[in-house]
């Protein structure tokens, strides 16, 4: 009887609503040591002609992303009340990068307000609501099928 209970309470245990941790880091790793080992390269080699400005910038993409990914994952993991797929945790941690690049990029021709740091950050949140809820409103068959 003891053996049942503890079946019972394994399996009603709750499953998580996110993917396996080791995938995302992994991805986070990699992402992190290319992005910042570009930047070392840039910075350290390069004159900051057009064509290495833009591979800074692309560089910064890349380590934002892969710092920004397990936060999005902790988030997610915290706050999700149904299934999050991994191509959605990449492209909010991608969304953290664009943001880190627009801020430095408004750095640079000293424009960046606190006004503007909002605005953009407020506009990302808003654009990455609307592409949720554009998912969800995508018909699949298979989920209505009868059996």
């Known amino acids: ?20 941790f080791g995938k995302i880091f992994l ?11 570009g930047l070392v390269f840039i910075i350290f ?7 290495p400005r833009w591979l800074f910038f692309f560089f910064l993409t890349l380590t934002a992303t892969g710092l920004g990914l397990p936060l999005v ?12 797929p991994a191509k959605v945790l990449i492209r909010e941690a991608l969304l953290i990068g664009i943001f880190t690049d627009l801020l430095l990029w408004l750095q640079i021709g ?17 654009l990455e609501l609307f592409l949720r809820m554009a998912e969800k409103a995508v018909f699949r068959a298979d989920e209505y099928a009868e059996e």
């Open 45 to 51: 080699t390069q004159e900051p002609t057009l064509g």
């Open 27 to 37: 991805t986070s790793i990699v992402l992190s040591i290319l992005g910042s080992a």
């Open 73 to 84: 994952y902790l988030v997610q993991r915290r706050i999700a009340k149904q299934y999050v």
């Open 1 to 20: 009887m003891a053996k049942r209970l503890r079946y019972n309470q394994l399996d009603m245990s709750p499953k998580s609503n996110v993917p396996v």
């Open 110 to 126: 000293r424009i960046a307000t606190e006004l503007i740091v909002l605005l953009l950050a407020a506009g990302l949140v808003l």
